[in-house]
């Protein structure tokens, strides 16, 4: 029996008209800008899916383009001023960067407040210590897949992330404890990784891999969230799961694409009209 699917594209479709919903009967107008340097075409298609969305949402957004030449000098002189600019609830710096820009010192520069991508450490710091505040928005969005589909309660399951980046891997991990589960991180070094993916109730994976779990990794019934954004070498989009195995021992699974993508540009969302209502907007 096939594993259900965890459509990504009708949650965040749900989420976007919660957001929007929520704007027009708050009578607010929250404000995202977004810093894009250089001209990386991925880059530019991910800026362009966020102004579309916002637009969507009934929310305002500015794109500020830099060039490729960019000094690291300038882009914080850049952050600087939308930091001061009160019309701006939420502000992100698009990565990557180009090579000589330092995209850690760029990010902290941001204002913790309009930080909607949750990647500074006044923002993780609150996630770790289990306080309120701006979440990462790709985990907080796998979490939404997981709640909307296996149960608000995830009380007592183990879960296993393979992947221990700031973006994904350590946050999402610091989402799962905070749900209750049990929690184990997998990485690069980790010994016997499939046998410890096999005891997983929730796996998920954010290695950056194409397929590299396969089927005999996931447990029977397990529910399946497949970060990944990687190219086959016939130039297949494909996750880190292999999905048309796996699928078949899973309960629930996301594809690629159609999963966890869109939930991170609805989570951004999200996140900025919290910025505004907290902005003292609503």
Do not use: W
Not at 62 to 71: E, I, P
Not at 172 to 191: G, I, P, W
């Amino acid at each position: 029996m096939s594993a259900v699917l965890i459509d990504g594209k009708q949650v965040a479709a749900r989420i976007r008209g919660e957001v929007a919903e929520a704007i027009q009967n708050e009578g607010i107008s929250p404000h995202l800008a977004v810093i894009l340097v250089g001209d990386d075409p991925a880059s530019q298609i991910y800026v362009r899916n966020k102004a579309r969305a916002c637009r969507d949402c009934g929310m305002r957004s500015t794109v500020l383009r830099m060039g490729a030449d960019t000094t690291q000098n300038e882009l914080e002189a850049a952050i600087d001023r939308l930091n001061e600019d009160k019309d701006v609830d939420g502000l992100m710096v698009q990565l990557p960067l180009p090579r000589g820009l330092d995209a850690q010192t760029a990010l902290s520069r941001i204002r913790p407040e309009k930080d909607v991508d949750g990647l500074h450490t006044v923002n993780a710091g609150h996630l770790f210590k289990g306080e309120k505040g701006i979440r990462c928005c790709t985990p907080a969005g796998c979490m939404e897949l997981l709640r909307r589909y296996v149960g608000e309660d995830l009380t007592g399951k183990n879960a296993v992330v393979i992947g221990r980046s700031n973006i994904v891997g350590k946050p999402m991990a610091a989402m799962l404890l905070e749900a209750n589960c049990t929690v184990t991180v997998c990485h690069s070094k980790t010994r016997d990784i499939a046998d410890i993916c096999r005891r997983a109730d929730i796996l998920v994976c954010a290695v950056g891999k194409s397929r590299f779990v396969t089927a005999d990794m996931v447990k029977e019934g397990a529910a399946v969230i497949d970060v990944g954004m990687n190219r086959d070498e016939n130039g297949k989009l494909t996750g880190d799961v292999d999905f048309e195995a796996a699928r078949e021992k899973a309960g629930y699974i996301t594809p690629v694409p159609g999963g966890v993508g869109p939930m991170t540009i609805a989570m951004l969302m999200k996140n900025t009209l919290e910025a505004a209502r907290n902005a003292g907007k609503s």
